[in-house]
Nanobody
Framework: QVQLEESGGGPVQVGGSLKLSCTVS???????MGWWRQGSGSEREFVAS????????EYARSVKGRFTVSRDNAKNTLYLQMNKLKPEDTAVYYC???????????????WGQGTLVTVSS
């Protein structure tokens, strides 16, 4: 069973940057990975995903051009570089995984516990 643990969340000012990490146990390269987020009073929403080697990615329209998802299979780690942050990016960010050579499904099988990002002016 794969386990996921996010880190790197915290407070950041509007327009700032933050990089989230997600460390994964197990055979990391067997899994497509993704990031979701859930703001207060909102449903969980898709942010970004990438396939097993990172050469296929997908982004939500709201973050495209500002966020970059990447992975280091040698370190069993998934990343989310977030730039030009806005107050509406405030949320708990979750990493997720599916055992797949493609992108993650809309309902991934494995989830981390989440890390809170708070964007304020």
């Amino acid at each position: 069973q794969v386990q996921l643990e996010e880190s790197g969340g915290g407070p950041v000012q509007v327009g700032g940057s933050l990089k989230l990490s997600c460390t994964v146990s197990g055979r990391f390269s067997d899994y497509a990975m993704g990031w979701w987020r859930q703001g207060s009073g909102s449903e969980r929403e898709f942010v970004a995903s990438l396939n097993w080697n990172g050469d296929d990615t997908e982004y939500a329209r709201s973050v495209k051009g500002r966020f970059t998802v990447s992975r280091d299979n040698a370190k069993n780690t998934l990343y989310l570089q977030m730039n030009k942050l806005k107050p509406e990016d405030t949320a708990v960010y979750y990493c997720a995984a599916d055992r797949s050579i493609g992108l993650v499904s809309s309902n991934p099988h494995y989830w981390g516990q989440g890390t809170l990002v708070t964007v304020s002016s």
